[in-house]
């Protein structure tokens, strides 16, 4: 296994953000021979670190490559994940480098991709049609994972959010969200840039994991993975020891019932060490690791998988090109004779056992045939020429569709669900909701979720609450308010960061308790 530490590469160089101009109709893909941009700068910069990687390793161990540019803790919301004061991110085209992009806007990144991940919310009255394998509820209710104390929660616990993530985050749920390049244009253009050169298909989940947080048990995949840090730090452990080498899907310990091997977590680890802002890890499949939010912040990362198990020699042979020309052959779909598998041999078994072997012989002689490298190649190009197209589909019509946030107006409303998707910025100005507002908030939608938080904030928050009733506030001044509250000793929590007052104003927002305050 190898360890890369791309920081201590001189050669490494940052490839600077541009945009290329999108065409909505039509969207060209790139040719064949088109370098991987993403790759290069996840690798430092240039193609013979591309090919040194796939020569050393791709499929053969773990690396873990670090940004380029040695950004001070100081610096880190602005320079490395994106201003919490920069306006909402607007989609200009697809950007000639969407690795630098994600990275430099992090921030808005995350919050787009919440806002976009939950279906608008019902009018009172309007009940949602049954849901089907198209409707806009059940992918998104397929596509968000909400995990607590490393266990997924039921939809009976689920529920009470709505679908609402920043209410279940507020809560101390980390969201997943699986296929996210089908929700984030940012990080469609990164999987389609992957794809396009370097892997047979790439798809992209994502991980938002509250401070001193483990989302899932120590587990292995399925697949190759490339982890992208984006928002806030992670400690990563991988295990040095491997229970199962090249897994299928049924052989993913620490999922489904399957125990990952005790004398793995006892044993010696691989790597320990923690992502932050723009690090990459490489894992393949296999690898037992587990990871934690660090306790001074959420930690949000962008996982691109890349579904090796499905383009295995094995896995092609055995499961689709073997079958598929054995079952065609109509001499071999008759059952076998008589007397073969009956407990005790006849006069006749002799003889047929050498006709059923005669059989055999001539299938492996058709199979030796029609099995070659070729026919491999040809299957493989139709397989993934399904999985692409169905993926460009997708990615385009995300293309095209997003828009940013409009700016607010002063007929904007100020309360409920649209509204709280004004607030990008920790400068929203907020105020206490008149009683006509909360009552128009009420009588607007069957969505009733209640304030729930995280027990580590909830003395800053009922402060907050009590304050903004009196005091129209900035969201980014709430921690200062807690500090410089007269006569006690108030300690703002560390785990109360930007995303948790974001949270939070939008929620108090959408429920009708705090309105946007638009008054200079």
Known sequence: PTICNQADDPTSRRIKFALRPMEVEGQEEPAADERSVVL??????????????????????????????????????????????????????????????????????????????????????????????????????????????????????????????????????????????????????????????????????????????????????????????????????????????????????????????????????????????????????????????????????????????????????ANELIPKHLFRQLHLRQAVPRSIGRPNDGPETAMELQALQSTIDQALEGLRQHLTAQSVHQHLQAKVRVHNERAARARRALYAAVKPVPPPVPAAPVVGYQAALQIQQLSTRLRAATAAERDACQRSTTTKVGLHVREDVADAVTQIVAHVKQHPTRVCDWPHIISGLDGADHNVPSTLCPLTLIALAKQCVELGAFAIDNSN
């Not at 969407?98 to 806007?105: A, D, S």
């Not at 982890?227 to 199962?244: A, C, D, H, M, N």
């Open 40 to 317: 290069e700068t996840i690798l430092g910069g240039s193609e013979g670190a591309v090919d040194k990687f796939f020569a050393d390793v791709w499929q053969k161990g773990c690396a873990v490559y670090r940004h380029t540019e040695n950004i001070s803790k100081s610096d880190n919301e602005t320079t490395r994940q994106g201003s919490y004061e920069s306006p909402p991110l607007t989609w200009n085209g697809i950007p000639e480098n969407p690795f630098t992009t994600l990275i430099t806007n992090g921030w808005p990144i995350l919050l787009n991709l919440l806002d976009a991940s939950r279906p608008d919310p019902l009018p009172r009255g309007v009940d949602r049609p049954l849901s089907d394998d198209n409707d806009d509820e059940h992918q998104h209710q397929q596509r968000a994972i909400l995990f607590r104390h490393l266990q997924v929660l039921s939809p009976d616990e689920r529920a009470m959010y709505h679908d609402n993530l920043y209410a279940a985050f507020l809560n101390g749920c980390s969201v997943v969200i699986n296929h996210a390049d089908t929700v984030s244009p940012w990080i469609a253009s990164l999987c389609d840039d992957l794809q396009h050169k370097c892997f047979l298909h790439a798809y992209a989940n994502t991980y938002l994991t509250p401070a001193a947080t483990q989302t899932a048990p120590p587990h292995a995949d399925d697949r190759d993975v490339l982890v992208v840090q984006v928002y806030g730090s992670k400690q990563w452990t991988v295990y040095q020891q491997v229970p199962i080498l090249y897994p299928y899907p049924d052989e993913q310990v620490g999922k489904d019932g399957l125990a990952v091997p005790e004398t793995i977590l006892q044993g010696p680890s691989l790597i320990e060490t923690v992502l932050q802002p723009g690090d990459v890890m490489y894992m393949p499949r296999g690898y037992v690791h587990q990871a934690v939010a660090l306790p001074s912040e959420p930690s949000f990362h962008v996982t691109i998988a890349l579904a090796t198990h499905d383009w295995t020699t094995a896995g092609m042979l």
